[in-house]
């Protein structure tokens, strides 16, 4: 059974910076891709990032390239998303997701069709960790 757990979700004031861990079980490290979303009230659920654990290729969403940083430490075998220079806009739940099935390719392909970037191609997920920015 997979299971992915987020963490790191706190209160903090407008222009601070975060980190986000993911951590998934019941795969192997490397051969999975995490898929960073958020989803502030009354919202749909938004992409963030998408990397894979096996090369560290990597997929940001073009609103959140600057500000968002997805990484992993294979020694720990953790997924990380940096935040920086938060504003309130970026207040919401932010969920990891993981899928064996998204690999460098499908990265590849996301650079040229971003809208391949989507929830359902992960089939695994976390119960999200909640991000507060204050103003």
């Known amino acids: 059974e997979v299971q992915v757990v987020e963490s790191g979700g706190k209160f903090v004031q407008a222009g601070g910076s975060l980190r986000l861990s993911c951590a998934v079980s019941?795969?192997?490290?490397?051969?999975?891709?995490v898929g960073w979303f958020r989803q502030a009230p009354g919202k749909e659920r938004e992409g963030i990032s998408c990397?894979?654990?096996?090369?560290?290729?990597?997929f940001y969403v073009d609103s959140m390239k600057g500000r968002f940083t997805a990484s992993t430490d294979s020694a720990k075998k953790m997924v990380y998303l940096d935040m920086k220079d938060l504003t309130p806009q970026d207040s919401a739940v932010y969920y990891c997701?993981?899928?064996?099935?998204?690999?460098?390719?499908?990265?590849?392909?996301?650079?040229?069709?971003?809208?391949?970037?989507?929830?359902?191609?992960?089939?695994?997920w976390g119960q999200g960790t909640q991000v507060t920015v204050s103003s």
């Open positions: 990397i894979n654990t096996w090369d560290d290729s990597t």
């Open positions: 997701a993981a899928d064996s099935t998204v690999g460098t390719m499908t990265i590849s392909h996301m650079k040229v069709r971003p809208d391949l970037f989507k929830p359902n191609l992960f089939g695994s």
């Open positions: 019941g795969l192997t490290f490397t051969d999975y891709a």
